[in-house]
């Protein structure tokens, strides 16, 4: 079943002479449950597209579907309601918020949204992740892989329809990259969670069940 549909997606910046396609009329679909590694060195457009995909910024032309539904006919309200819901989004940079403990990050989209939070699911979540012990820590108390691992559950947290991860080990080194891989697999694997995700290495976009190349804003290689 096909929950991402993304249509002759182009995206432009500047005018005339400093005119630059970041994304190049790309075209591709993303199975339900499917894990999509998207590779490029910097400059490729990769994160772009994945910012597109998102809805976090709007194409100059082309279409995104997600789960059926045209993202950019809605207009910017419903689109950022829509985002919260259906789109978990996981940053480099973690972008928790610091004076909030691991436990208030991970809930603030449900908070946001006005949802209570069932507990049983909480405690469940926060023992995949490993921060059992951490949850009333602030982001400043806790390593790069845990900080990670808190945002990875904040976009968790919502049952999302897709989770879009834009080089998540990019900032961490080999053994929390490799546990950041290994909870996203698992994700994939155990909780048929949709999953593209951006890298610059190839070593670990070989864990996907699939994996996009782009080159100067087109994807090359699929």
């Not at 490799?178 to 969670?193: C, G, R």
């Amino acid at each position: 079943m096909e929950i991402v549909k993304v249509e002759n997606l182009v995206k432009k910046y500047g005018k005339d002479e400093n005119e630059v396609i970041a994304v190049n009329n790309v075209s591709f679909t993303v199975e339900k449950g499917e894990f999509v590694a998207i590779v490029g060195s910097s400059g490729s457009g990769k994160s772009t597209l994945l910012h597109l995909i998102g809805g976090v910024d709007r194409p100059t032309s082309g279409k995104v579907f997600i789960d059926g539904k045209d993202i950019y006919k809605m207009s910017d309200d419903n689109l950022a309601i829509f985002r919260r819901r259906q789109i978990g989004l996981i940053y480099q940079f973690y972008n928790l918020i610091p004076i909030l403990n691991v436990e208030e990050n991970i809930t603030l989209p449900c908070d946001l949204d006005n949802k209570k939070v069932e507990k049983q699911k909480l405690n469940n979540l926060l023992q995949t992740l490993g921060l059992e012990s951490r949850r009333k820590h602030l982001p400043n108390e806790l390593s790069g892989g845990q900080q990670q691992r808190t945002s990875i559950g904040r976009a968790m947290i919502t049952n999302p329809s897709i989770i879009l991860a834009d080089e998540p080990t990019g900032n961490l080194d080999s053994k929390a990259s490799d546990e950041i891989v290994n909870l996203l697999k698992k994700s994939n694997k155990e909780f048929k969670q949709t999953i593209i995700m951006i890298t610059h290495n190839m070593e670990i976009a070989k864990i996907a069940d699939r994996v996009l190349k782009m080159e100067d804003g087109k994807i090359i290689e699929r």
